[in-house]
C-alpha cells in the first residue's frame, strides 16, 4: 500500500535536469544563429540598375554614377566617372564588385580606389581590400577615366555583394544570451537551494526516526501489559495510516494519523493488567474502569500539542457513528476524524488478532462484521476504504512487514 514518494532530492534532479535540456535548447540556438549567420554571410547578392527605369532607388544596396564633364581627345570623349556605392540595408556588405556594359572601342585612361579592368565590351572594378566594406548608411567610391569613341550614357550596372551579418548584434543573439543567462542563474539557485533542501530533509529525517522510535517504544510499553495484544498499536497505526491514504489525505495527515495509532490505547497504561488479560468476559465493573482508558489517555495527552489531533484519536476511537458508544456518545462526523480511522482500524486489528479469550477470527467473519457495523459502529466510507485494504491483500500486516514499515 505504500506509494512511493518523490523525495526533495528527486524533485531537484528533475529541475536540474530540465534546466540542462533547456540550456541544451539555448545553445543549440546559438548553433543555428552561427549557421545562419555563415550561410548568409556566404550567400551572394547581385542587383542590375537600368537607370533609363529606375528613378528610384527601391533596392538598400544602391550603385549612383556621378559623371564628370566630358571632354574630346583625338575623336575620342573621354569623361570622368566615379561608381558610388550606397548601403541602407541593416547589415555591412562586403566583397562587392561592378560590372558596367561599355561600347565597343573604350578604353581605359587611369583609376582610383579599385582595380579595373575592360574586356571587350564588360568594364569591371574590384575594390582595394582597404575599400571593399560598406557599413550600414555609408558609401564607397571606386572612379576610372574612360575614353570612348562617342559619348554614351553608362547603363546596366551589375553590383554582386555579400551581407556580412556580425551574429552578436542580431537582436536574437542578444535573446538567448538572456535566455542562456537566466537559464544558468536558474541552475545555480537550484543546485544551492538543493543543497539547503537536502541537508534540511537529512536534518529532518533525522528527527522523524527519532520520534518514530520513540513513540514505537511509548507503543511497546503500553502493549506489553498484555502478552496477546503486543503489536496492536503499531499495527492500528500502520492500518490508519493506510486508511489515510486511501481517503486522499494528504502525506502529513498520513504521518499524523500514524503517530496517533500508536498512542491511542497509551491511556492503558492505568488500568490493572488483571482485567486487561483476564481469559473469561468482564463483569459490568470491570469494564466500566477498561473504557476509562481513553479518557485517561486524552488526559495524559492533553499538554502534547506537537501531533494535532492527537488527543481527538485518543479520546473518541470507541465512539461509535450511531451515537453509542463512550466516551461522549459522539454521532456521525460530530466524531473527530482520527477517531472514525482509528475506530475501524481498531477493530479490525482486534479480530485478525488473537487475543486470551479467542482465537483469530476468520477473514470472512472480519468481513462481514465490518459490513454490518458500517454506519452503526463504524463511518460507512472508511469501513467501504478498509474493506479494499483487505480484498487488496493489504492488511493484514505481517510481522515482517511491521518491521519493515517506514513512515
Known amino acids: 500500500m505504500k506509494r512511493k514518494k518523490t523525495s526533495s532530492k528527486e524533485l531537484i534532479q528533475n529541475i536540474i535536469v530540465q534546466i540542462v535540456v533547456y540550456l541544451l535548447l539555448v545553445v543549440a540556438g546559438f548553433a543555428g544563429l552561427l549557421f545562419y549567420t555563415a550561410y548568409r554571410n556566404a550567400e551572394s547578392h547581385e542587383v542590375l540598375f537600368n537607370y533609363n527605369i529606375d528613378t528610384e532607388q527601391s533596392n538598400p544596396v544602391f550603385v549612383k554614377i556621378e559623371k ?27 566583397k562587392w564588385t561592378l560590372t558596367i556594359p561599355v561600347p565597343e572601342g ?59 551579418i556580425d551574429y552578436p548584434e542580431t537582436v536574437m543573439f542578444k535573446i538567448l544570451v538572456a535566455l542562456f543567462s537566466f537559464g544558468v542563474a536558474s541552475l545555480i539557485i537550484t543546485i544551492l537551494v538543493g543543497a539547503h533542501i537536502n541537508r534540511f530533509e537529512r536534518e529532518h529525517n533525522s528527527y522523524k526516526t527519532v520520534v ?36 486522499g489525505m494528504n502525506e502529513f495527515d498520513q504521518e499524523r494519523i500514524y503517530y496517533i495509532g500508536l ?16 481469559p473469561g468476559r468482564l463483569t459490568v ?11 485517561m489517555g486524552a488526559q495524559l495527552m492533553e499538554g502534547f500539542t506537537t501531533i494535532k489531533g492527537a488527543e481527538n484519536g485518543i479520546k473518541y476511537h470507541h465512539e461509535r457513528y450511531d451515537g453509542t458508544g463512550y466516551n461522549e456518545g459522539l454521532k456521525g462526523e460530530e466524531i473527530p476524524i482520527e477517531g472514525r480511522i482509528i475506530a475501524v482500524a481498531d477493530a479490525y486489528d482486534a479480530m485478525s488478532s488473537k487475543r486470551c479469550y479467542r482465537d483469530i477470527l476468520s477473514y470472512d467473519y472480519i468481513l462481514n462484521e465490518l459490513k454490518i457495523n458500517a454506519g452503526t459502529q463504524f ?25 519493515e514499515f517506514e513512515i
Not at 498512542?263 to 483476564?278: E, Q, R
Open 68 to 94: 564628370g564633364e566630358g571632354w574630346i581627345s583625338e575623336d575620342m570623349f573621354g569623361c570622368q566617372y566615379e561608381f558610388v556605392v550606397e548601403n541602407n540595408y541593416k547589415y555591412p556588405i562586403s
Open 212 to 247: 518514530n522510535q520513540a513513540l514505537r517504544t511509548i507503543a511497546n510499553i503500553i502493549d506489553t501489559k498484555d502478552e496477546y495484544a503486543r503489536g496492536h498499536s503499531l499495527r492500528v497505526a500502520i492500518y490508519s495510516k493506510m486508511l489515510a491514504e486511501k481517503m
Open 263 to 278: 498512542l491511542h490505547d497509551v491511556g492503558k497504561v492505568g488500568i490493572p493488567n488483571s482485567i486487561l488479560t483476564k
Open 285 to 295: 465493573d470491570e469494564y466500566e474502569i477498561v473504557k476509562r482508558h481513553t479518557q
Open 106 to 164: 573604350c578604353y581605359i585612361d587611369s583609376d582610383w580606389e579599385g582595380d579595373w579592368s575592360l574586356e571587350d565590351t564588360v568594364l569591371s572594378v574590384v575594390p582595394f581590400e582597404t575599400n571593399e566594406d560598406v557599413e550600414v548608411k555609408s558609401t564607397r567610391k571606386a572612379g576610372l577615366v574612360l575614353y570612348m569613341p562617342e559619348e554614351q550614357d553608362l547603363n546596366g550596372v551589375i553590383i554582386r555583394y555579400r551581407v556580412h
Open 379 to 403: 463511518d460507512p466510507n472508511i469501513v467501504k476504504c478498509m474493506i479494499e485494504l483487505i480484498e487488496g491483500g493489504f492488511a493484514p500486516v505481517s510481522a515482517a512487514e511491521m518491521m
